[in-house]
Structures are given as C-alpha cells and as structure tokens.
C-alpha cells in the first residue's frame, strides 16, 4: 500500500509516492490533471494521499476525482505530526515549513535539528530533541538577493550565483556583488548555526530546497560539515509522516 503525495506550490506541484517510509516516485509539473494521478494510484497501488497547497481553495476537477478514488486529507496546522508546536500564531505558519519540522523529527527523533530551506526565501526553523518547535527565520534568498541589487539600484548589473567563487572580497563589480551575496548568506547560515548550537550539544544542520546544495558548498570547509545532512525531499518526507501520524 503506498501514499501519494501532493505539494501545491505557486509555480510547480510536486508529486511523490511513498511505500511505507520509501521513496518510490518523485517529479514536479506545472500542470496537473486526472490522468496523470489515476496512473500513479494504478501503478504504485495508492490507497491514501494528503495535499498541500498555497492556494487557500483549489478546485481543481483532478482533486475532485482523487477523492472519488482514494482517501485524501489536507495538510493543515492542526496536522502537527509528534512535534509540540509553540507557533504563537500556527494558522500563519507556511505549510512547507511545518511539513519541513514534521520532517526533521520523523527521520532523527530524539535529536535537535536545524532546518534551512534554500528556497525563493530562506528560512530557519529549529525543533528541539523533545519535538518542541517554537518558531524561526525568513530571510532574503540567493535569487532574490542578487535580483534586489539589480532592481534597487541604477548601475548594478544582474548576475547569477557561481559556486566556483571562493575569494574573501571581490576586485570588480561582479565578484564584489557575488563576495557580498554568497559570503553574506555563508556567514548568516554559520552564524544561525552557532546561536543554536549550545553547550556542545549535537545538532543536526538539515539542508533543503533548491538551493540545499549550494549552501553544503557555501558550508563544506566549516566546523559544521560534519553535522550536515542533505535532505532535498524533507518537505514531501514530512507530508507522508503526516500520514502515518494519522494513522496513529
């Protein structure tokens, strides 16, 4: 028996299959429709599957006919997996960053983690070994820094992040502007990590989103490599532990 999973992005919807805690499918579309899921529940057996989406009614004639097929729950707040949520306001809390917390607990219970998600922003979330989540960071991402420099400025040119770039400082426009995005995003990330890291406690650091990996090589000769986990599924991982709390 497997589980489909859904996340509703604004511009792409990601889709993966889970047996039990195994990955079995996962891709991405800008465009769903009812064939596409009726051959995923025949050829993966789907019995249950949880949607999650940024658009607060979505009434889509392929939802609809999912639920004619299989159970269907949609992900929401109340939806907190093993976690004790602290989130003062937990209706306002992004859905991708709960589904990212359900996640890191369900794959390293009993142990504190640091979540960054290198995504159109990059957010900071940290559950504690008791499954305590009290809230985060949202900061600027690394496309939309090097876009705002461009658009807020008269003569900045608009260029692309380079994971080839390792100098201190720039000696042109153009390296200045990549020393002053990927060296400030280096050090906002160690420095995140330090204030979490107390007392010599273990931390995981939990990498994911599109910009994961750059951050592992933004991050791989610091003290923290050692501590770091690449996890590009984390958020579809969480909405399938969604599932089997349910379950429970």
Not at 23 to 35: G, M, V
Not at 37 to 63: F, P
Request: hydrophobic share 40%; with cysteine; charged share 20%.
């Amino acid at each position: 028996m497997a589980n489909l999973v859904i996340d509703i992005g604004n511009t792409y919807t990601k889709i993966a299959v889970f047996e039990s805690n195994e990955l079995l499918f996962n891709n991405q579309y800008q465009t769903i429709d009812a064939i596409l899921t009726n051959k995923l529940l025949v050829d993966y057996k789907v019995t249950k599957a949880i949607i999650s989406s940024v658009k607060k009614k979505d009434n889509s004639e392929w939802i609809t006919l999912l639920g004619q097929e299989v159970k269907v729950l949609y992900f929401n707040a109340g939806m907190k997996g093993r976690i004790v949520n602290h989130y003062l306001t937990p209706e306002t809390l992004g859905l991708d960053r709960l589904a990212a917390v359900i996640g890191a607990n369900y794959l390293y219970p009993a142990q504190n983690s640091l979540i960054i998600d290198g995504g159109t922003c990059i957010t900071y979330d940290y559950v504690d070994a008791g499954g305590n989540y009290f809230g985060g960071s949202i900061s600027p991402g690394l496309n939309m820094r090097y876009k705002a420099l461009n658009y807020y400025t008269a003569g900045l040119p608009l260029i692309s992040a380079d994971k080839t770039f390792v100098e201190t400082y720039g000696n042109n426009t153009t390296t200045a502007i990549l020393s002053g995005v990927q060296n400030g995003i280096k050090h906002e990330l160690t420095g995140f990590v330090e204030s979490y890291k107390k007392d010599g406690e273990e931390l995981n650091i939990i990498l994911c989103g599109g910009d994961g990996i750059f951050f592992d090589t933004l991050l791989k000769n610091s003290i923290f490599a050692p501590y770091i986990k690449i996890e590009p599924y984390l958020v579809l991982k969480g909405l399938n532990a969604a599932i089997h709390n349910n379950n429970d």
